[in-house]
């Protein structure tokens, strides 16, 4: 190793250089933490909605990249970048449960929920990088520990950069807070009066509202497998359900898991689904989500 190297190494590994490495490299993981959040998202329903499927890829590979950008790099500008690019994530969401985006309103999820916590922790670890990063003069006695290090560098920081900080992290905690609690969960469909209409040259079932009806493969004749997060982005139609036409096949009901009815058609439970946001769209049909395949119901 040459002089340089060992100059370089030493440089790197230097006890003030710690501090800010460490929370550098717990914000890459919590940044890398949404991202796998956000594709597993996006590959099992967010995928088929216009515009929020690219949002969603789009929030993936800015996620990945800016992680390893942050855990490799000892740049203040990285930091920040994170760190404003997690909050901007949570500010997404949160704008698109109280007012929607592109015509989507969020349902309540705990992958949302989880996500929107790891994202304020991403924010407040690597704001915090952002300003003990640097270097610094330790000071002359025994090395302190890493936490006694940052410890010392915080109010050589200043106190405002610090307070606002945690004002801002405590801030968006409570808004998350607020924002779960006012989006509720996807409750099941409203049947009404079932109808049909022509989507792209076949005659589908629809609910009363015109919104395409589906079925799920694995479900069977009496029970839906569909449940849990499932069903956020699937609401069941509530059973038992009436037709306002005549239809072709038999209306039944199975009875879920949480003891409320499901409406059938021809054996199969039926669902709508969270991307169709008006009627004549059919988004769903003939997709693999959620462990198995969606198809709309056809009347002939």
Request: hydrophobic residues 50%.
């Amino acid at each position: 190793m040459t002089e340089t190297q060992r100059a370089a190494s030493a440089q790197l590994t230097a006890p003030g250089r710690w501090p800010g490495r460490a929370l550098r490299i717990g914000g890459a993981g919590l940044l890398a933490a949404t991202g796998a959040i956000h594709l597993d998202l996006y590959l099992t329903g967010y995928r088929s909605i216009p515009t929020i499927g690219w949002l969603f890829l789009l929030q993936v590979i800015a996620a990945f990249g800016l992680a390893g950008l942050v855990a490799v790099s000892a740049s203040r500008l990285a930091s920040a970048a994170g760190a404003g690019f997690a909050l901007a994530t949570l500010g997404g969401y949160l704008l698109s449960v109280w007012i929607g985006l592109f015509g989507f309103t969020e349902v309540r999820t705990t992958a949302g929920i989880v996500a929107g916590v790891l994202e304020v922790a991403a924010f407040a670890v690597l704001a915090v990088a952002t300003l003990v990063s640097g270097p610094r003069t330790e000071p002359e006695g025994p090395r302190p520990g890493l936490a006694g290090r940052l410890a010392a560098r915080l109010p050589a920081a200043g106190a405002g950069p610090v307070a606002a900080i945690a004002g801002i992290s405590v801030l968006a905690l409570v808004l998350l807070g607020a924002a779960a609690a006012s989006a509720g969960g996807q409750g099941p469909a409203a049947a009404g009066g079932l109808k049909t209409a022509t989507i792209g040259g076949v005659r589908v079932l629809t609910s009363s509202r015109g919104l395409t009806l589906y079925w799920f493969a694995p479900d069977t004749p009496t029970s839906s497998a569909c449940t849990g997060s499932c069903a956020a982005y699937w609401p069941p139609v509530k059973g038992p359900a009436a037709a306002a036409v005549a239809l072709p096949g038999k209306l039944g009901t199975i009875t879920r898991s949480d003891g409320s009815l499901q409406a059938t058609y021809n054996g199969h439970p039926l669902y709508t689904y969270i991307a169709d946001t008006a009627p004549g769209q059919a988004r769903g049909n003939n997709i693999n989500l959620n462990g198995g395949l969606w198809h709309e119901v056809t009347v002939r």
